[in-house]
Every structure is written in C-alpha cells, then in structure tokens.
C-alpha cells in the first residue's frame, strides 16, 4: 500500500457524512455565498429545454416574472445571468441552519416557516433524500390561507422542486423541477 492509499483508506473511514450531504453541504455554501462558479458546476451546460423551463417555472414562482419570452435559459452565460432568482435570498437563508445530523439520520430536514413582507403566504424549505434514485430534492414550499389563529380551512399549498441526481463520479447534478399545488 502507498502512501496515498493509506490517505484514501483513512479518509473514507473517518467521513462523519454521507456524500449526498456533503455535497449539499457544498451547494448551500455556494448560493449563500453567490459563488457562480461553484454553482454553476452543479448543473451540466447547455441545459436541455425541460431542465430550463423548469427553472423558468421556479423563477415565475419566485419572482412572478415569465421570462420565457426573453430567454432561454440554456446557456452558462444566461444561467450566470438569473441565477438569483432561481436561488432567491429568503430560500437560501432557510437551508443554511438544516442540520447535517437530522438529514444524515432522516434523509430530510426542513426549516421553520417565515413570512415576507406584503405576502401572505407562509413559507418554508425543505431537503430529502430518495437513496434508491439518489436524489436529493431541495423544494421552496408555500402555504396560503392560513390566519391568524391557526385557522386552516382556506389553506392551499404549491411548492417549487429542484431536484438533484448523484453521479457515478458522485457529484450532485441538476436533473429537473417539480412544481406542486
């Protein structure tokens, strides 16, 4: 054994965390810290035209703009170009206090709710895992209609998607959207 095998050895042994986490751990990191380069590694480019409307969906969602008209949304350099609103900063700030131990021992984990000003919606964020297909599924969740009181009987809910595949070189990719509600 080399040197470097024993390091390969001891590295494995010693990962407190499934890869899954880990590189969510690493896309969290990137949109909080608006590393488009690091993002942008998680998606494959050009995109196919499903994974682009899907994110043309998550940002109508988002944003309430359709930008279907305008854009694509294939290429790197329009990808780079709206990422933010794909990413929007209340959606980033929920998955940063998910806890790598509640994923690891329940393959998911959400956030608390919270409200945006002039909104009435509730929202919140959630990431599971489907080991079986190895996805990981990070979804922006909204739930409108619910009063003050706790009153549900108006409730509707719609959620926005974002699904990512483990490769065989075991990175997380961008495979597709999901909208809900």
Request: charged residues 30%.
């Amino acid at each position: 054994i080399t040197n470097a095998d024993t390091l390969a050895i001891v590295d494995t042994s010693i990962q407190k965390y499934p890869i899954w986490i880990l590189e969510f751990q690493r896309l969290r990191q990137a949109v909080y810290q608006n590393d488009i380069a690091v993002i942008k590694s998680f998606f494959d480019f050009p995109l196919s035209e499903e994974q682009a409307d899907g994110l043309l969906a998550v940002i109508y969602y988002n944003t309430g703009k359709d930008l279907r008209k305008i854009t694509k949304l294939q290429s790197e350099e329009e990808f780079t170009k709206y990422n933010k609103q794909i990413f929007r900063a209340d959606f980033v700030k929920a998955l940063l206090p998910m806890k790598s131990d509640s994923l690891s021992k329940n393959n998911y984990a959400f956030s608390d709710k919270w409200k945006i000003k002039n909104d009435d919606a509730q929202y919140s964020t959630s990431v599971s895992y489907d080991a079986s297909d190895k996805l990981v599924s990070i979804s922006l969740d909204a739930a409108y209609g619910i009063e003050e009181n706790g009153n549900e009987d108006n409730k509707t809910e719609s959620a926005a998607i974002l699904i990512f595949k483990i490769n065989k070189e075991n990175k997380l990719k961008f495979d597709r959207v999901i909208m809900a509600g």
